[in-house]
């Protein structure tokens, strides 16, 4: 607690898979798929995507999508990523 609001705190070498592994607990434990909203950083996709591709980092939003992605197969069970 930080006053009256309650704090989840997380420790994880990797933002986004920890960001994904919250989004499988909540949906598992409350039976809902949950949803998660990013803002797009400034700066060059392109590059983003060429440091994805062969370094494995990148922007948070589409990492976390894709970790999703590959946790959980089927659409229709996969925690909602926004991007806007």
Not at 10 to 27: F, G, K, M, T
């Amino acid at each position: 607690m930080r006053g009256q609001h309650r704090v989840l705190w997380v420790d994880s070498p990797a933002v986004a898979n920890s960001i994904a592994a919250i989004l499988l607990h909540i949906r598992d434990e409350t039976g809902a798929n949950p949803n998660v909203y990013f803002e797009w950083s400034e700066g060059n996709p392109l590059l983003n995507l060429l440091r994805f591709l062969f370094i494995g980092m990148g922007e948070v939003a589409p990492v976390t999508r894709e970790v999703l992605r590959r946790a959980e197969p089927t659409v229709a069970n996969r925690p909602r990523v926004h991007i806007g």
